[in-house]
């Protein structure tokens, strides 16, 4: 029999029933392929009209690559073995696949088969692996870029253990809340590489060159480990603040040194930062994280442009999942990335992002807006007794004077409500601990916080008649001198979108109405004991160590505060730069020890002879320092460095070595600045300390000991 039509009336019907009822798909073929017989499955999951099958051959229906197996099914088997069972794939009408599993059977000259659809259970399969894969690469990301913050994160408490100093406590303490946000910032970016829960896409104030060094400090630790320095370099044109969406920016960053280090057994990464031209609007800047040392071998695990597919095999020149997370980041902040590898130089991770100029410079940047504590105090956290302790021991830590000074003063609270009632409430409540002053209106609670001393704390009522609480809050908090007072809400609202009204106009806390007494008392006590915590911190990081005055960091500060303040009430600023004659030579004579004394010495010289509260001193350098005069003219900034060029000489510290005098002398440069409507730029504020250092240098050039005024 070698053909259907020689079969009788009985088996063709039986045939007929099976074909009819199956769910395979089912087909016969004779010996050369050729199809006879197909069932309905062929046009319901193909596509196929039986009429267009019949005298097909079998070969063309399938995959290429299946064909060689369906040729050894076609060729006749032995006695021994006339069935044969393999997979293929099956085209459809519209060019897809279905994945099945042949049953071949030889009989009387013709191949019985029957195929079952396993496509459904194929994708599931690869759908399952697909998220094992995912999972491990989760895994690995988790395990190993937590891992790098979590050592920082041990190894500066094992520093805070070992340190001697309030000022070598303060830095560990800053490193271990570097480590610890940048821990929340991977865990941000990796929520936001989740398409089905995006994260918000934040812009504000902030100044650049905080955030990029933020996001490179906790992983030194890491990159010392592996003997790699980090560069960091950004380009002067880059505007010191600018808007855009920080925490994204330095999960972008993060990631990418992440990535560098792993690049590299030793060696060094460069981090470089460029801008496109910043007086637009919105521009770009460009980033670009390069590794040069000696990198792993290409297609090893630690290179970033292998990935690994569910059977383990390698795929080169394709990010991994670290560098497909910082893609989409880039991405949502309208940025490209790109990352290249050459076999000399190491790998190139470059990439773009845009953001605004900030056009409002009297609006307080992102670290002057407190935006690192109010996470905390959404969370509600509050202090624990150990934590009170920790500040107390801290604050114990500081100079004597420094801690006289902290007892006798008494912590002014401000309380603003147009109740007399409720302000007498809590008046009466804190009076026995605080200096209290009340304030019945928004207008006369403005006028108190300017006041010197001013207010520690302010308790503040939601709903007044002239100006709400919002109002009141965020005008204090548009003020330099006064946006660092805490601020806690006393209001009957507390439902979570009055909260979060309140925290984002730059409150810390809210207490309820009617008061918990004790519950007011303790919030107070614990915001209290912060304001003091920073405070500390801050007088740290802006104090120079060795001279006690502030650091050059400080006087940058408030460089940039006076010049918006000279601009807004059109007055002059001046600078003078000072340095110590021939200093070189004096530590050269007497030993550093004696230079160190001598520098602090010339430092309280210097503080004592400023009379005005707004005057600033600072160690710029070595043994130059430099004064901030605001709201004084050339001639008022020459007399003043002319009083302290004789007050150093005065002090009579002996310079043997010194070719001047045998006594320590200083040069002085002086430089005044205006804004005049006429002359925009050639009188910017910018260049102050530029003409103060042509000054100084001029004051060297002439014999020294002396005063030089700039003059255009």
């Given at each position: 029999m070698n053909d259907l039509f020689s079969l009788n009336e009985q088996s063709r019907q039986q045939l007929e029933g099976i074909f009819n009822v199956s769910m395979e798909f089912l087909c016969i073929t004779n010996g050369r392929g050729e199809i006879?017989?197909?069932?309905?499955?062929?046009?319901?999951?193909?596509?196929?009209?039986?009429?267009?099958?019949?005298?097909?051959?079998?070969?063309?229906?399938?995959?290429?690559?299946?064909?060689?197996?369906?040729?050894?099914?076609?060729?006749?088997?032995?006695?021994?073995?006339?069935?044969?069972?393999?997979?293929?794939?099956?085209?459809?009408t519209n060019g897809d696949y279905r994945f099945v599993t042949w049953q071949f059977q030889w009989i009387d000259e013709l191949i019985y088969s029957s195929a079952k659809d396993l496509t459904e259970l194929y994708h599931a399969k690869k759908d399952v692996e697909s998220a094992e894969f995912s999972k491990n690469q989760l895994l690995s990301i988790l395990s190993n870029e937590i891992h790098e913050p979590l050592d920082s994160l041990s190894l500066f408490l094992q520093l805070i253990s070992k340190t001697q100093s309030i000022s070598e406590q303060n830095i560990c303490l800053e490193n271990i809340r570097l480590s610890t946000e940048f821990l929340a910032n991977l865990i941000n970016g990796i929520l936001a590489t989740d398409k089905s829960n995006p994260t918000v896409h934040d812009v504000t104030s902030f100044n650049f060159h905080d955030t990029i060094e933020d996001a490179i400090i906790p992983l030194i630790v890491s990159a010392k480990r592996h003997n790699i320095t980090i560069d960091l370099s950004i380009h002067p044109k880059i505007p010191p603040t600018v808007q855009g969406d920080p925490q994204r920016l330095k999960q972008i960053i993060s990631f990418l040194v992440l990535n560098a280090i792993k690049c590299l057994e030793r060696g060094k990464i460069s981090v470089e930062a460029t801008p496109e031209n910043t007086d637009k609007a919105v521009f770009k800047i460009y980033f670009s994280v390069k590794t040069s040392g000696l990198t792993p071998s290409q297609?090893?695990?630690?290179?970033?442009?292998?990935?690994?597919?569910?059977?383990?095999?390698?795929?080169?020149?394709n990010l991994n999942f670290g560098l497909e997370l910082v893609k989409n980041l880039v991405e949502t902040m309208n940025g490209k990335l790109s990352a290249s590898r050459d076999n000399e130089s190491g790998y190139d991770f470059s990439f773009h992002v845009l953001l605004l100029r900030d056009n409002a410079p009297n609006i307080k940047n992102d670290r002057s807006m407190g935006g690192r504590v109010l996470p905390m105090y959404n969370q509600n956290i509050r202090l624990k007794a150990e934590e009170l302790r920790a500040i107390e021991q801290l604050r114990n830590d500081q100079p004597k004077s420094d801690r006289q000074a902290i007892a006798i003063k008494r912590e002014r609270i401000l309380i603003v409500d147009d109740s007399p009632e409720n302000t007498q409430l809590l008046a009466q409540m804190l009076v026995e601990n605080y200096e209290i002053l009340v304030a019945n209106s928004g207008k006369d609670a403005l006028a108190i916080v300017q006041q010197v001393p001013a207010p520690d704390l302010i308790l503040l009522d939601l709903s007044m008649p002239d100006m709400s609480g919002y109002e009141v809050c965020k005008q204090i908090q548009l003020e330099e001198s006064t946006m660092a007072i805490p601020i806690i809400f006393l209001?009957?609202?507390?439902?979570?979108?009055?909260?979060?009204?309140?925290?984002?106009?730059?409150?810390?806390?809210?207490?309820?109405?009617?008061?918990?007494?004790?519950?007011?008392?303790?919030?107070?006590?614990?915001?209290?004991a912060l304001k003091h915590y920073r405070e500390i911190l801050s007088t740290?990081?802006?104090?120079?160590?060795?001279?006690?005055?502030?650091?050059?960091?400080?006087?940058?500060?408030?460089?940039?505060?006076e010049i918006r303040k000279a601009r807004r009430n059109n007055?002059?600023?001046?600078?003078?730069?000072?340095?110590?004659?021939?200093?070189?030579?004096?530590?050269?004579?007497?030993?550093?020890?004696?230079?160190?004394?001598?520098?602090?010495?010339?430092?309280?010289?210097?503080?004592?002879?400023?009379?005005?509260?707004?005057?600033?001193?600072?160690?710029?350098e070595g043994e130059e320092f430099i004064c901030l005069l605001p709201d004084t003219n050339l001639k008022g900034a020459a007399h003043v460095a002319e009083n302290i060029r004789k007050a150093v000489l005065n002090l009579r510290i002996p310079h043997q070595s010194s070719p001047v005098e045998k006594v320590v002398t200083l040069s002085l440069g002086v430089a005044s600045g205006t804004r005049s409507h006429e002359n925009q730029a050639e009188d910017s504020f910018e260049a102050l300390l530029d003409h103060a250092q042509m000054a100084l240098t001029k004051s060297k050039d002439t014999g020294r000991n002396r005063v030089f005024v700039y003059r255009k």
């Open positions: 006879l017989k197909t069932n309905q499955v062929w046009e319901t999951k193909l596509g196929y009209l039986t009429p267009e099958l019949l005298g097909k051959n079998l070969i063309d229906l399938v995959h290429p690559n299946d064909v060689a197996n369906l040729l050894l099914a076609l060729k006749k088997p032995t006695a021994a073995n006339k069935s044969l069972a393999f997979t293929s794939r099956l085209r459809s297609g090893s695990a630690d290179d970033p442009f292998s990935s690994y597919d569910s059977h383990g095999s390698t795929q080169e020149n209001t009957i609202l507390s439902d979570p979108e009055n909260e979060a009204s309140g925290l984002q106009s730059g409150a810390v806390d809210f207490i309820s109405k009617p008061f918990d007494l004790p519950r007011v008392e303790e919030k107070i006590k614990n915001h209290l740290t990081a802006d104090t120079d160590a060795l001279t006690q005055i502030p650091n050059r960091r400080r006087f940058e500060e408030m460089l940039a505060i007055t002059t600023l001046s600078v003078i730069r000072i340095d110590i004659d021939y200093f070189k030579r004096y530590n050269d004579t007497y030993g550093h020890l004696e230079g160190d004394d001598c520098l602090r010495e010339v430092a309280d010289a210097l503080k004592k002879t400023l009379k005005r509260a707004g005057d600033l001193v600072a160690r710029w």
